[in-house]
């Protein structure tokens, strides 16, 4: 693991910053001129979190990467966050119009009576002119993943990340169910603001 953490720490400070940060503005100006777009981020993954994740089991508790270096998607990682749920939607059909999508999914809770974590992914190629003159190509990732969430569905998950993946002890019933609630009104917000902005819009 050692050898594992060393590499990919001479990978992130010797060209995947500079790669996430050419990809935050290759997706810019894909998306220029689109309406409703909060923010538009990328970035190389903390060598801290690729550690961990690089560690992680299955559920028979064997290694979940062989060959992290090569297996982890999102080393390089991208996110649009738009006002409305329909703008969703407007974005990944840019996001298709230029990119071959290796695998796309819209996530969402298990069952209709839950509430938690909503949003839009993709695994993308990575195009070849983020890539600085003079990297080893066979050391820079191929694809890169790419959310697409609103304001709220962001919101939501970054404080349940924060407060809930990232805590060192399992949460408490009265606990969990506090973060399904909040997750339901951010959920119902989206809607609300979806509503609102077809009635003004007749």
């Given amino acids: 693991m050692t050898d594992l953490i060393e590499e990919y720490r001479r990978r992130y400070d010797s060209f995947l910053v500079a790669v996430g940060q050419r990809l935050e503005e290759h997706i810019q100006a894909y998306l220029m ?36 270096l090569t297996e982890i998607q999102d080393q390089l990682g991208a ?22 999508a290796i695998e796309q999914k819209e996530l969402v809770p298990e069952s209709q009576w839950s509430f938690g974590y909503f949003g839009k ?10 890539v600085p003159n ?4 066979s050391e820079v990732p191929r694809f890169f993943e790419l959310q697409i969430k609103t304001l709220f569905q962001h919101a939501w998950s970054e404080a349940n990340h924060d407060l809930g993946y990232k805590s060192r002890a399992p949460l408490a019933p009265d606990q969990e169910r506090r973060l399904a609630f909040s997750a339901a009104q951010a959920w119902g917000a989206d809607r609300v603001f979806e509503e609102l902005r077809s009635e ?3």
């Fill in 200 to 202: 003004m819009k007749a």
């Fill in 33 to 68: 001129g689109v309406p409703n777009i909060d923010r538009v981020t990328a970035r190389a993954k903390d060598p801290r979190r690729f550690v961990e994740k690089a560690g992680r089991n299955d559920e028979n508790g064997q290694p979940k990467y062989v060959k992290p």
């Fill in 79 to 100: 996110r649009v966050v738009v006002f409305y749920l329909d703008d969703v939607t407007v974005v990944g059909n840019v996001i298709t119009r230029y990119f071959q």
């Fill in 121 to 130: 992914h993709f695994v993308l190629p990575l195009p070849g002119d983020v």
């Fill in 134 to 137: 003079g990297i080893d190509l």
